[in-house]
């Protein structure tokens, strides 16, 4: 069923877990996290990237992500992950999504908050939730880069009166992740963490969540994170089987043949963390 972010995200608060939000580019890659949250019976986040939407087209996004939600028995949202600006998060929103992320993180508090409210104030009204980011969270993800220089920590009482005056569903803050492979081991600001949770009391989202230890993962969760996006990871699988497969079978020109094995380990690579962040069961 297709619900808002919001829905899945507070009983993810209340109850102190975190759901996965999947970056999704076309049919395969949903389907594996769909049958993933069916077979573990786990609410799921399928989330479009700047770059997801570029290639696919937010019509084709869109589609597929509601077909998938109306069909599944478990709770779906379907969210815009770093959306850039206002008019691409009313088409998003014109094209039945049901949370969305509206990226102010580059501009100064004032204006993060102002660009956060004018989306809240639409967003509310036709029951569509809302992610802000607040802090700079560095790496690559798809054509947006943030150096490390660049990258600001989450300040907890710019956070505190952020989600005051924003009135924002859920908040993805900087605690030590980036996006993309990661070089060394990263290290999260658990205190960070358990502070800006206790000083804002809503859902907290992590980022660049691919190849953080499981431990740390397990964690954050503890301490209040509710959302943890996953792409990295996910491509890595997908590309491995594919390899694999093709290695194997170098004459098949069957792209059913090939995608078939590419949709399964992701979806194996879905359950996996859908069982770390404490989803599974919670449908
Ligand atoms: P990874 O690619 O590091 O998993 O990050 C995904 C993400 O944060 C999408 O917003």
């Not at 660009?115 to 798809?142: F, Y």
């Amino acid at each position: 069923m297709l619900v808002t972010g919001r829905e899945i995200l507070q009983d993810a608060h209340k109850n102190n877990y975190a759901v996965g939000a999947f970056n999704v580019n076309n049919m395969e890659i949903v389907q594996a996290i769909i049958e993933a949250a069916e077979e573990t019976n786990s609410p799921v986040i399928l989330q479009a990237s700047q770059g997801g939407l570029k290639y696919a087209g937010v019509e084709y996004i869109a589609g597929l992500g509601k077909i998938a939600a109306y069909n599944a028995k478990v709770p779906v949202a379907l969210h815009l992950d770093h959306g850039t600006d206002f008019d691409q998060v009313m088409l998003c929103i014109r094209h039945g999504f049901t949370s969305v992320m509206i990226d102010g993180s580059r501009f100064e508090l004032d204006e993060n908050i102002a660009i956060t409210k004018k989306v809240i104030e639409v967003a509310h009204a036709v029951g569509v939730s809302v992610e802000a980011e607040l802090g700079k969270i560095g790496g690559t993800e798809d054509h947006i880069t943030v150096d490390e220089r660049d990258v600001t920590f989450t300040d907890p009482e710019e956070a505190k009166r952020f989600v005051e005056e924003t009135n924002v569903d859920y908040l993805a803050i900087a605690v030590g992740t980036a996006h993309g492979l990661y070089k060394g081991e990263p290290k999260l600001d658990f205190d960070r963490i358990k502070t800006i949770k206790e000083i804002t009391g809503i859902p907290l989202v992590l980022h660049g969540s691919s190849g953080v230890p499981e431990e740390s993962i397990k964690k954050a969760v503890s301490l209040g994170i509710n959302k943890i996006n996953i792409d990295t990871d996910l491509r890595v699988a997908f590309a491995a089987a594919i390899k694999d497969f093709l290695k194997e079978n170098p004459d098949n020109i069957d792209p059913r043949k090939i995608l078939g094995p590419a949709k399964y380990a992701m979806k194996e690579a879905v359950m996996e963390k859908m069982h770390l962040f404490g989803s599974v069961g919670r449908a």
